[in-house]
Structures are given as C-alpha cells and as structure tokens.
Nanobody, 118 residues
Framework: QVQLAESGGGLVQAGGSLRLSCAAS????????MGWFRQAPGKEREFVSA????????YYGDSVKGRFTISRDNAKNTVFLQMNSLKPGDTAVYYC???????????WGQGTQVTVSS
C-alpha cells in the first residue's frame, strides 16, 4: 500500500502558474500509475491527468490539455502537476491518487486547495 500527501496549492491570479507535488510513502512507488483529480464545490470529481509507472505515457483531461503537465520522479517518490495559464474554472481541491490499473485508483491523498482569482 501507499500513502499520499499533496502540497503546493494556494491562491493565484488568472493566467498564472502553480506547481503541485504529491509525495508517496514506501519503496514501491514505481509500481503505481499516478493521477490527479480535482473537485470544485457542487461538482463531481473530475479527472485531470495521469502518468504511467515509468513516466513514458501521460494523459490529460480535455479541460486542462495544453495547460497542465504531469511528471514524476520515481527516485524521490514524487509526482508533480505543473499548472500554467490558470483560469478561475480551475479552482478546486486537487487530489493525488495511485493505482495498479490504468485510471483506477485505490489510494488517495487528502487534497490541496487551488484558488484562481479573476
């Protein structure tokens, strides 16, 4: 199993950038596909991005494609989400997740708040 902890959220103006980090426990980090999800008040959880175990494949939701970049450093047990050209619609709690099956995640962090002002 794995424990996840997000960090890097905060308040940013529209058009700005923010980088989220997710630190994972254990030495089996490379066994997991990693993903990012977000949830805004009153809305369903939304898929943001995912990255394969070796980092060779990345996936993005349509709403963030071209603006966000996911990456991972398996030596440091960390996954990142670089968010550029942020919009007020990106405001949400962002969650890091881990799983052994593509886009199916059994482990979740507690989330970090991202707020984008106009």
């Amino acid at each position: 199993q794995v424990q996840l902890a997000e960090s890097g959220g905060g308040l940013v103006q529209a058009g700005g950038s923010l980088r989220l980090s997710c630190a994972a426990s254990g030495r089996t980090f490379s066994n997991y596909e990693m993903g990012w999800f977000r949830q805004a008040p009153g809305k369903e959880r939304e898929f943001v991005s995912a990255i394969s175990r070796s980092g060779g494949n990345t996936y993005y939701g349509d709403s963030v494609k071209g603006r966000f970049t996911i990456s991972r450093d398996n030596a440091k047990n960390t996954v990142f989400l670089q968010m550029n050209s942020l919009k007020p619609g990106d405001t949400a709690v962002y969650y890091c997740a881990a799983g052994v099956t593509h886009l199916k995640y059994g482990y979740w962090g507690q989330g970090t708040q991202v707020t984008v002002s106009s």
